[in-house]
Structures are given as structure tokens and as C-alpha cells.
């Protein structure tokens, strides 16, 4: 299945499931399967009914404004695909295989040998330190400032003396 992109999704309305679509590069009829694709959406499923301003259609063309009825929650800004079928071509026909060439042929493949792995043995490694930079060299921690909370907020009280931020 090849997929041609025909609109984007510009508002869902969640409580009756509806995706609001503006048709911007194809057209959409009912009986089509759609696919909505968009960072957390991935929907498949068949045109069921297209509506143009409360009025029901069987057919939209490019550059219209279509409410689609969905199964799942789509999001705005989300992609809106049409599945076409892919016409495939017709299998080449296959070269009658040589009787000789297949009697030649030896049964199985000799394996081959695999190479004895060389043990790896302790060795001293001489890392040379790099010299201190500016970017490597650590900076001496400074001390913290004292805090400047208010006595409210280090002290909230009980809950009669505390002021109500509403």
C-alpha cells in the first residue's frame, strides 16, 4: 500500500469523536482508507462519513474544510494520509534450471576453520597524564551566600496564624 498524503488535522472534538481535516493536497470520498500519523498518533481506518458545515458528503476535494468521524483521539497538527494500493508488476518468468549444473554442485560447503583467538595477557599500561588547563583544572568551591528567607517562610506557624494566599 502506497500512501499519499491529502490534509492535516486542525481540531479534534473529543466528546463526539470527530477530527476536523483541511484538505490540502488531495481529496478524500467515503469508503477510502486513511492513515493519521503524527508524534503520538498512529490510526488506520476506512471513511465512514465526511461532513462539510453539518451537511453529509460522499466526496471532498483539495482545499475543503472536512469533519471525520474517528475511532481514537487524534491530535491537532497531525498528518492525514490516503492508502492507495500499489499496482505490482507481474513476476518475471523463471529460467529453466540446468540438470548438469545441479549434479556438479557438491551437497555441502566445507567449513571453514576458524582461527585460534590469541590470549590477551596482563600488561602494564603507561598512561601519560595530560598537563592541568584551564578547562581540567578544578576551581576552588566558594562559600554559599547566607539565605534570605523571610520569617513567614521559615516559620509557617499553625494553621490559624497562617496567612491565605486567597
Not at 492535516?8 to 470520498?29: M, Q, W
Not at 487524534?74 to 508488476?89: G, H, M
Amino acid at each position: 500500500m502506497e500512501r499519499k498524503k491529502v490534509g492535516e488535522v486542525f481540531h479534534f472534538f473529543g466528546h463526539i469523536g470527530v477530527a476536523a481535516i483541511k484538505l490540502t493536497d488531495g481529496s478524500l470520498a467515503v469508503g477510502d482508507t486513511v492513515q493519521i500519523q503524527g508524534p503520538t498518533t498512529n490510526l488506520e481506518q476506512t471513511v465512514d462519513s465526511l461532513q462539510i458545515e453539518h451537511g453529509t458528503v460522499s466526496n471532498a476535494g483539495q482545499g475543503q474544510e472536512v469533519g471525520m468521524k474517528v475511532r481514537d483521539r487524534v491530535r491537532e497538527k497531525d498528518f492525514v494520509y490516503k492508502l492507495v494500493p500499489t499496482a505490482e508488476p507481474a513476476p518475471a518468468p523463471k529460467a529453466p534450471a540446468k540438470k548438469a549444473a545441479a549434479k556438479k554442485a557438491p551437497a555441502s560447503k566445507p567449513r571453514a576453520k576458524k582461527r585460534p583467538t590469541k590470549k590477551r595477557t596482563a600488561t602494564k599500561r603507561t598512561a601519560k597524564k595530560r598537563p592541568a588547563t584551564k578547562r581540567t583544572a578544578k576551581k576552588p568551591k566558594r562559600a554559599k551566600k547566607a539565605s534570605r528567607a523571610t520569617r513567614r517562610k521559615a516559620r509557617p506557624g499553625s494553621r490559624k496564624t497562617r496567612r491565605r494566599s486567597r
